[in-house]
């Protein structure tokens, strides 16, 4: 075998083992945020190396920088926007950041998400306190307290896009659109939601930053029109991935890139916007649209290619996806060696927190 065939060996075969360790243990943290003035100073040992160079990357502090506004710090502008744009003072925009949760749950129900679809777009339509968890979310990646998902995502497209032309879809409040305009980059943040594009529209003016936008409830994604397109954190949250993920290869220039994570959840009334519990089928989904692998790209993200949907290739990597992902021996192998993932994902949390805690 080759060195290339090696590396690629090894390289399937470690995204195959992280996806399996990823689902295996999918419940990310829930409840209150933390405040980061309340601890110690963070120590970034034990991180994964990727995420650690991301850290300390020209890129990162170019996403630091499209946080703040003006000469104030990172906690002063995301407060102080929030304030601003919701009538409140900095204080009251600090606790409706850390209990974000609490009333995304209230927002939820109030819409009758679960309901019914008109709910669930709905709920987007209006939610409030998304623009706090996902101004908190960034604040907290500023100070190295969670992954610096835009900034890997930036930098795998950097290296794979065959273009400089950006869409970042479920774009939220619009800071990994920033961070792609301020690298040479021309960016559109797309959203099913108008109060998260409303108030994204309002920071980027706030900073000057030029970004497109559109709105999904009432536009379509233009075709051919990006090289990349980044989905952090939002496929989890689409219901019908497959259609969504045509749409998405059809707004792909030729070979372009898709970056995309399934932030899946256990079951709980605080994960109900979360629609998946396992990625076996949505990843499925998203392969048999039209997109093959590149590799993982950090915090659970994976970088696809657009390839033709016609023809025997296409047809045969269906049929491959299919076996590798959702067939019943597939399931069948996925339910047999949960346990021993789990124990797998046990230990890596425990390896880690020892590092973190600097014992050898
Ligand atoms: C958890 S947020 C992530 C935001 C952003 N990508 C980030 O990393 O900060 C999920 C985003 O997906 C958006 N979203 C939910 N359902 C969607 C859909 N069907 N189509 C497009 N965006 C959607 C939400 O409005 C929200 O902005």
């Excluded at 744009?85 to 900095?90: I, R, V």
């Excluded at 706090?132 to 307290?145: I, K, N, P, T």
């Excluded at 869409?167 to 409040?173: H, N, P, Y």
């Amino acid at each position: 075998m080759s060195v290339t065939t090696d590396r690629s060996l090894y390289k399937s075969l470690r995204l195959g083992l992280w996806r399996a360790m990823q689902s295996a243990a999918p419940q990310a943290e829930q409840g209150e945020y933390i405040d980061p003035l309340d601890l110690p100073p963070v120590d970034i040992n034990g991180w994964d190396p990727a995420c650690r160079e991301a850290l300390e990357s020209p890129e990162m502090a170019s996403f630091v920088d499209a946080l703040r506004a003006g000469e104030r710090s990172v906690r002063d502008s995301i407060l102080g926007d929030l304030a601003e744009y919701y009538d409140m003072t900095p204080e009251q925009a600090r606790k409706a950041c850390l209990n974000w949760e609490e009333t995304s749950v209230d927002e939820w129900r109030r819409t009758n998400a679960s309901g019914s679809d008109a709910g669930r777009v709905e709920f987007y339509r209006t939610t409030q306190s998304w623009s706090f968890d996902l101004s908190w979310w960034a604040y907290l990646q500023s100070e190295g307290r969670a992954d610096p998902s835009n900034v890997l995502a930036f930098r795998f497209a950097q290296q794979h896009a065959p273009g400089r032309r950006h869409l970042d879809f479920g774009s939220g409040i619009g800071i990994t659109s920033q961070l792609f305009a301020r690298n040479g980059w021309s960016s559109t943040s797309a959203d099913l939601s108008s109060t998260l594009l409303d108030f994204a529209r309002f920071r980027h003016q706030n900073r000057g930053d030029e970004i497109a936008y559109i709105d999904l409830h009432t536009d379509k994604l233009p075709a051919g029109a990006y090289d990349a397109i980044t989905a952090i954190d939002t496929l989890a949250h689409v219901p019908d991935v497959y259609t969504t993920c045509r749409e998405l290869h059809a707004a792909l220039g030729p070979d372009g890139i898709l970056v995309a994570n399934f932030d899946i959840r256990a079951a709980a009334p605080e994960t109900e916007w979360h629609l998946y519990d396992d990625d076996l089928r949505p990843v499925y989904d998203l392969r048999r649209a039209g997109f093959v692998p590149i590799g993982p790209a950090g915090y659970g993200m994976v970088g696809y290619r657009k390839t033709p949907t016609r023809g025997l290739g296409h047809h045969l990597r269906v049929a491959g996806a299919w076996l590798m992902l959702v067939s019943p021996p597939r399931r069948l192998a996925r339910a047999l060696s949960q346990p021993l993932l789990r124990s797998l994902v046990r230990l890596r949390t425990r390896l880690r927190a020892h590092q973190a805690a600097g014992q050898p």
